[in-house]
């Protein structure tokens, strides 16, 4: 429920940029984080009525660097009815926040030392973090020996590629439909893991969603708990 309850907050969200951009409003070409409290704060300036050079004015942190691509970011045609719809749709994600919050603590709370331990591993690997590692304790389990290798486990996943050749010549294969919950999970550690400096994973950005899921439950074998 709490992967389905952050995929409607990602819908919303983006339903919210669409909104921006029927104004005319860039804002997200410039701030990379479209959830975080500089865009909330545009957000809410936006909603008052505010002219462009104040909504710069409105910027957190590093990004008040960037305050004259802000100002122009800012400059569209917001209307009543954009401010309607942006503020229904802040209510919805505020709630879904909050919804994900507190299936994150019902969670916690019912997990045992063991998978405490194991999740806390996952979690100090480059591009994991803990909702990835709790996806990967309640799919995968804690015990080892249910997957000899990590062949197996890529294999179990779905992430590995089908192999249809005929003739000398290799086909596209399509890869099963596996567990959709752990491999979104693999896909998003994947992603995350090649865009970290310092990591082995960063060729596996320009590889498709599976290949670079792929590459995730390698991860898992090194630890032996």
């Given at each position: 429920?709490?992967?389905q309850v952050?995929?409607?907050?990602?819908?919303?969200v983006?339903?919210?940029q669409a909104?921006l951009?029927?104004?005319?409003?860039?804002?997200?070409?410039?701030?990379?984080?479209?959830?975080?409290?500089?865009?909330r704060?545009?957000?809410?300036?936006?909603?008052?009525?505010?002219?462009?050079?104040?909504?710069?004015?409105?910027?957190?942190?590093?990004?008040?660097?960037?305050?004259?691509?802000?100002?122009?970011?800012?400059?569209?045609?917001?209307?009543k009815q954009?401010?309607?719809?942006?503020?229904?749709?802040?209510?919805?994600t505020?709630?879904l926040?909050?919804?994900?919050?507190?299936?994150?603590?019902?969670?916690?709370?019912?997990?045992?030392?063991?998978?405490?331990?194991?999740?806390?591993?996952?979690?100090?690997?480059?591009?994991?973090n803990e909702?990835?590692?709790?996806?990967?304790?309640?799919?995968m389990?804690t015990r080892v020996?249910?997957?000899?290798e990590?062949?197996?486990?890529?294999?179990?996943v779905?992430?590995?590629p089908?192999?249809h050749e005929?003739?000398?010549k290799?086909?596209?294969g399509?890869?099963?439909k596996?567990?959709p919950?752990?491999r979104?999970?693999?896909?998003?550690?994947?992603?995350a893991?090649?865009?970290?400096?310092?990591?082995?994973?960063?060729?596996?950005?320009?590889?498709?969603p599976?290949?670079?899921?792929?590459s995730?439950p390698?991860?898992?074998?090194?630890?032996?708990w």
């Amino acid at each position: 429920m709490r992967s389905q309850v952050v995929q409607d907050h990602t819908g919303v969200v983006n339903r919210l940029q669409a909104v921006l951009e029927d104004a005319n409003i860039k804002l997200a070409s410039v701030v990379s984080d479209i959830i975080g409290v500089s865009w909330r704060a545009m957000l809410e300036g936006l909603m008052e009525g505010r002219k462009p050079a104040e909504l710069a004015q409105l910027a957190k942190g590093k990004l008040r660097a960037k305050m004259p691509e802000l100002e122009q970011a800012g400059e569209g045609d917001f209307r009543k009815q954009h401010t309607f719809l942006v503020q229904r749709m802040l209510m919805q994600t505020r709630f879904l926040e909050n919804q994900e919050t507190a299936l994150r603590r019902a969670i916690g709370s019912h997990r045992n030392p063991q998978e405490r331990h194991v999740g806390v591993l996952w979690d100090s690997i480059p591009g994991v973090n803990e909702a990835v590692a709790w996806s990967m304790v309640a799919e995968m389990g804690t015990r080892v020996e249910q997957f000899p290798e990590a062949h197996h486990l890529a294999s179990w996943v779905a992430c590995c590629p089908g192999n249809h050749e005929s003739g000398g010549k290799r086909r596209r294969g399509r890869i099963r439909k596996g567990n959709p919950w752990l491999r979104d999970a693999m896909g998003e550690a994947a992603w995350a893991a090649a865009r970290t400096k310092g990591t082995t994973y960063r060729p596996c950005i320009a590889e498709s969603p599976p290949a670079a899921a792929r590459s995730a439950p390698w991860w898992r074998w090194p630890m032996r708990w």
